[in-house]
């Protein structure tokens, strides 16, 4: 971090087979400039030199991409990438739920006190479950008022429990805004890896399946898929 007056970078070239290219040129050994561009072999490289303020932008551009803003979930992307993780031992893989998560009644709260108070509602939300839940499981945003957890570990009732818990910390909570308060519920729908389903878009179909039934049921409330 700092300047280019800072510093200087050499490559050189160790007598490799294919050598070093530095834009485009095949050198023995040269001192880096910013913005060189290096290949070694098929890795192609940037090299840049970065200052306080570009080192906090990236910073920003990663969280951004990895995290709902409104909420701090991870995004759909990054959840699905620890899911894989969790599922990547094959026949050693252990147990884990997946729950999905649907907001009751948005659409009124948007209709009765506006956008900002819905957008205010998932906010909460997000600080809500993120008070509750381990550090082994994970949230991400799967839409705009939908989330899905994982829960390493977990199985039958034990699955219940951890949404469950989720769904009456939200019953619960003394929610206003503008001085008005605004009531919300959710409904979960829990499927359990490998029970259900040895592939992701099996087990989201089936934990989304019982979300639904969850709903129709009269919602706020838990549903496990049969």
């Known amino acids: ?16 087979t294919n050598g070093i290219l530095v834009n485009n040129r095949k050198l023995g050994e040269v001192e880096l400039r910013d913005g060189d561009r ?27 991409v990895r995290y709902h803003e409104l ?14 993780r969790e599922m990547s031992s094959g026949a ?3 147990p884990f ?11 009124e709260i948007n209709s009765l006190y506006g956008h900002l108070a ?11 479950f993120r008070g509750v839940l381990e550090p ?13 957890c994982l829960s390493p570990g977990t199985r039958g009732e034990e699955a219940c429990v951890v949404a469950e818990r ?4 939200v019953e619960r909570d003394p929610f206003t805004f503008n001085d008005s308060r605004i009531p919300f519920t959710v409904c979960i729908g829990v499927a359990e890896f490998p029970m259900h389903g040895d592939r992701i878009q099996d087990l989201v179909q089936r934990a989304d399946t019982a979300l639904y039934r969850a709903k129709a049921q009269g919602k706020n409330r838990t549903v496990v898929y049969e």
Do not use: C, P, W
């Not at 290096?38 to 951004?64: H, N, S």
């Not at 909420?71 to 699905?80: I, P, Q």
């Not at 739920?97 to 659409?107: G, K």
């Open 118 to 128: 819905g957008g205010a509602v998932i906010r909460r939300i997000g600080e809500l």
């Open 38 to 64: 290096i290949i070694l072999g098929e890795t192609v490289l940037l090299y840049r030199v970065l200052d306080e303020i570009d080192i906090g932008y990236q910073d920003e551009i990663r969280k951004l």
């Open 1 to 16: 971090v700092g300047s280019a007056e800072d510093f200087r970078h050499v490559i050189r070239d160790l007598e490799s």
């Open 71 to 84: 909420t701090g979930f991870l995004t759909l992307k990054e959840f699905y990438r620890m899911v894989r």
């Open 136 to 148: 082994k499981q994970a949230i991400g945003i799967y839409g705009g008022d939908e989330f899905i």
């Open 166 to 169: 989720l769904r009456t910390t």
């Open 92 to 94: 050693d893989a252990g």
């Open 97 to 107: 739920a997946l729950l999905m998560i649907d907001v009751d009644n948005l659409r």
